[in-house]
């Protein structure tokens, strides 16, 4: 039997794929429920992300388990809607002609940002098409120095700056350039009237979760049961952080994984496996084998609002100004209210860097109250007595900080030589989560260990 530590996106995938190639499999999931990070809410209508998901044309392996799953005829390409919020006013910055009108940059700020997101380079004055083509070029390159010299510094401080801010805060200068480029190629093709097509799936991203689910199997996949150690070739099951020690006593010689260790119904139970695929965040990887991760990870604190009232024409409104939250959502400007009963639903969200940030520090009810504060100011339409309910998710590891030197932290799939023979890694620390963690970098991922323990990769 393969053990599969998780039954989020990359969990479920790993486990999908290994059952379509003959294998036996079990997922553990710590929590009541699957999903991970794509879990949801109920609303009056179909469920909603508990943080804000959807799909860029890019990704192309999720589209693929959707349609084999079925789903294909629920997949939807919408236009977005973009816009900006510079002193008090929602500037829309989706379509050509709504930057070419954005008052805060002048014309030449705007030609040499163009150029950057078409990958050009015009530096000198000779336009070369290939700088950009290898990010990995730019993998030490800090995102500053880049910008101002790929850009100008009023697009640097008048566009990128605020948007870095909400995005990573204080570690915003400790972010490669490489990272940047990667996202700008990971956004679908944008056409110059309607600006950019993002996915998303009818009634949500945990139809394609439950699918995936049912597709594996219930009686494959127990939920609250927490794995709490990887045992080796050495013998006992290891209570974390000795495995990698194992294959270290072992000169090389390789221990080999034997079983797993799970809690449940506080129960211990111990499985024999042939193989464990940890898809969990890297701190879980290191407590269970001891394998030490050193890509550092930002944590998200995400209200989700019910309301009856629609604020603005924009789904996607990033804040240049001083704001409680990092980002404002509103998820039913990109699919109709209609889906949820008639709710209107927006989300107002901050990415955190350390415990002791304020916002970290305060219960849920301080966190909305706070918010609901944010959201009057800068809508000043904005009725309180309109909110039919809201509810905040937080989780202290949701993305990778992606600074210089990314690459060599990224934990391997196949963790035979530095763990132990038949340790499989698919968590957000991987390969296929760079530059952007995604659904479709997890699916991926599970994928690739499935492929590597079966000798298909
Ligand atoms: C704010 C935010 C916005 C996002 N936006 C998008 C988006 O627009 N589009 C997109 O595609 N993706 C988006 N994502 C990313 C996407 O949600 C993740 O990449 C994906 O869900 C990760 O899946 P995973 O299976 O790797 O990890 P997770 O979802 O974290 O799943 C890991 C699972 O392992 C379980 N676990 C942990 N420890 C143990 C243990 N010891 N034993 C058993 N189980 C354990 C956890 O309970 C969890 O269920 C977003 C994420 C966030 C937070």
């Known amino acids: 039997m393969i053990g599969v530590v998780g039954g989020g996106v990359a969990g479920l995938a790993a486990a999908y794929r290994l059952q379509q190639r003959g294998r036996e499999v079990q997922v553990f999931e710590a929590s009541d429920d699957v999903g991970g990070l794509a879990a ?10 508990k943080f804000y998901h959807h799909l860029s044309a890019s990704e192309g392996t999720i589209v693929e388990l959707i349609e084999e799953l079925g789903l294909g005829g629920d997949l939807e390409w919408r236009y977005k809607t973009d816009s900006y919020y510079v002193d008090g006013v929602v500037h829309p910055m989706e379509k050509a002609w709504e930057i070419l009108a954005y008052p805060h940059l002048s014309i030449y700020d705007k030609f040499r940002l163009a150029m950057l997101v078409k990958e050009i380079d015009v530096r000198g004055g000779i336009p070369r098409f290939d700088t950009y083509d290898d990010i990995t070029d730019f993998e030490d390159v800090p995102i ?4 101002l010299d790929h850009t100008t510094r009023h697009v640097y401080e008048s566009f990128w700056e605020p948007l870095l801010d909400a995005k990573f805060g204080s570690r915003k200068e400790d972010v490669s350039a ?38 594996v199997g ?12 990887i045992g080796t ?10 495995a990698v020690a194992d294959a270290a006593a072992a000169g090389g010689g390789g221990p080999s994984v034997e079983s797993i260790t799970v809690e449940r119904d506080e129960e211990t139970e111990t499985h024999d496996v042939d193989a464990v695929v940890v898809a969990a965040m890297p701190n879980v990887l290191e407590d269970l084998t001891g394998y030490p ?28 100004d001083e704001a409680p939250f990092g980002v404002f959502i509103e998820h039913t400007n990109f699919v109709p209210p209609e889906r949820y009963g008639g709710e209107h639903l927006y989300y107002t969200a901050s990415y955190i860097q350390s415990p002791e940030e304020d916002l970290w520090e305060m219960s849920d009810a301080e966190v909305e109250e706070y918010w609901a504060d944010g959201i009057e100011d800068m809508f000043p339409g904005f ?26 932290m990224v934990v391997p ?19 296929a989560q760079y530059p952007e963690r995604s659904l479709d970098g997890g699916i991926e991922a599970g994928y690739a260990c499935a492929d590597l323990i079966t000798g298909d990769r």
Do not use: H
């Open 40 to 49: 949801v809410y109920e609303t009056a209508g179909d469920p909603i992300e």
């Open 144 to 147: 500053k120095e880049f910008l």
């Open 178 to 215: 490489a990272w940047l480029l990667g996202r700008v190629k990971f956004r679908g093709e944008r056409d110059v009237i309607r600006g950019e097509q993002l996915g998303y799936l009818e009634g949500g991203f945990g139809v394609l979760l439950d699918e995936l689910y049912e597709a």
């Open 218 to 229: 219930t009686e494959n996949v127990t939920t609250g049961a927490r794995v709490t150690g």
């Open 233 to 242: 070739g050495t013998g006992a099951a290891a209570d974390g952080g000795s």
């Open 293 to 320: 991760c050193e890509i550092d990870f930002q944590g998200t604190v995400c209200s989700v609002w019910s309301t009856d009232q629609s604020l603005s024409d924009t789904y996607w409104l990033n804040i240049k």
């Open 383 to 408: 009725d309180p007595a309109s909110v039919n309910w809201v509810q905040t998710a937080r989780n202290p590891r949701t993305a990778p900080i992606y600074e210089r030197g990314y690459l060599d």
């Open 413 to 431: 799939y196949d963790l035979s030589e530095e763990v132990a023979e038949g340790i499989y890694y698919a968590g957000m620390a991987s390969k």
